[in-house]
């Protein structure tokens, strides 16, 4: 069983810089493929970034591309995303999960979201 609890949401101009953390428990942690998935009011859940296990591999969404960075601390069991040039369409509650593989990412282990909000 793996735990997730995000931290770093908050309300940012546009422009700005926003540093979201997803510390997970278990001794497992460095075996799982990681994402970040947001969902807006009235809007489908958006897979935003995925890195592989051993960090090897990172895919993001054309939407964030050049903008975000996602990453891992194996050490700390921690997984980042780091967004730039932030955009009022970047509003939303982002979720950090965990899985065996980036396509059983949904599938997986979910925290319970932080919202990032973006003023113009």
């Known amino acids: 069983q793996v735990q997730l609890v995000e931290s770093g949401g908050g309300l940012v101009q546009a422009g700005g810089s926003l540093r979201l953390s997803c510390a997970a428990s278990?001794?497992?942690?460095?075996?799982?493929?990681v994402g970040w998935f947001r969902q807006a009011p009235g809007k489908e859940r958006e897979l935003v970034a995925t890195m592989t296990w051993g960090g090897g591999r990172t895919n993001y969404a054309d939407s964030v591309k050049g903008r975000f960075t996602i990453s891992r601390d194996n050490a700390k069991n921690t997984v980042y995303l780091q967004m730039n040039s932030l955009k009022p369409e970047d509003t939303a509650v982002y979720y950090c999960?965990?899985?065996?593989?980036?396509?059983?990412?949904?599938?997986?282990?979910w925290g319970q979201g932080t919202q990032v909000t973006v003023s113009s």
């Open positions: 278990g001794p497992t942690f460095p075996s799982y493929a």
């Open positions: 999960a965990v899985g065996g593989s980036i396509t059983t990412l949904a599938r997986g282990y």
